[in-house]
């Protein structure tokens, strides 16, 4: 069987999701994102959870250490035992260095993208109102403009998919998240990968890069 601790790095709109979906389907191995962690640990009502929890309800961001913990606790599930994938965690070196504290990582593979290819991707999006369908108004267009193929809804634009908003996301990647980069390349465990590629060929190179 095989181990497989991956962290998964990149931009927003980069294509984390739609690899990590295929990662799971290749290795059989669980996706870990920190709002799903947290949110579990919640409704689990752990001490960790609860803790969280007046931090979520008060609108304040849960503190690296809170999270840390949560992640730790997350890990030792029987589901984990043959690895697992971190999406959007960590965001920062000191999170880093607190993760090293709790498990090995395999590898961290960096999905590289230009910023103006994440704001064409992103921009260009438009989801229904009613289903939650997204389209993109150049390589995924509706059969009628503005509606749904599946549910005849409306399609509008997120708030979150608006040029400034998108701009406003790189800046904050690009400073936080970015010297993970040089960070996981230093311990020799950067897997880089061309995310401008189809998604095919993204898993297909980070198969080869992992063996």
Same mark, same amino acid.
């Given at each position: ?7 998964? +790095?990149? $931009? ?6 739609? =690899?990590? @979906? *295929? ?8 996706? %870990?994102?920190?709002?799903?962690? +947290?949110? $579990? ?6 001490? =960790?959870? @609860? *803790? ?8 304040? %961001? ?150």
């Amino acid at each position: 069987m095989i181990n497989m601790k991956l962290i998964l +790095l990149g $931009a927003p709109g980069a294509g984390k999701g739609t =690899l990590a @979906k *295929k990662l799971i389907e290749k290795y059989n191995i669980p996706q %870990l994102s920190t709002g799903d962690m +947290l949110r $579990a640990a919640v409704r689990k009502g752990t001490e =960790l959870g @609860k *803790k969280a929890k007046s931090f979520m309800d008060s609108g304040a %961001l849960v503190t690296d250490e809170l999270v840390i913990g949560i992640i730790a606790e997350r890990l030792r599930e029987a589901d984990c035992s043959n690895g697992f994938i971190l999406d959007g965690f960590p965001r920062t070196i000191p999170q880093a260095d607190a993760l090293s504290g709790i498990t090995k990582i395999d590898k961290a593979l960096s999905l590289n993208v230009d910023d103006e290819t994440v704001v064409s991707r992103l921009s260009g999006r438009r989801t229904c109102k009613n289903c939650g369908a997204i389209y993109h108004i150049e390589n995924l267009k509706p059969i009628n403009a503005g509606k749904c193929d599946k549910c005849s809804g409306e399609l509008f634009q997120r708030d979150d998919d608006k040029e400034d908003t998108i701009r406003n996301r790189l800046k904050t990647f690009n400073a936080q998240t970015k010297p993970l980069i040089e960070y996981y390349s230093k311990k020799g465990l950067i897997v880089n990968l061309d995310a401008k590629q189809n998604p095919d060929k993204i898993l297909e190179d980070a198969v080869e890069k992992l063996k």
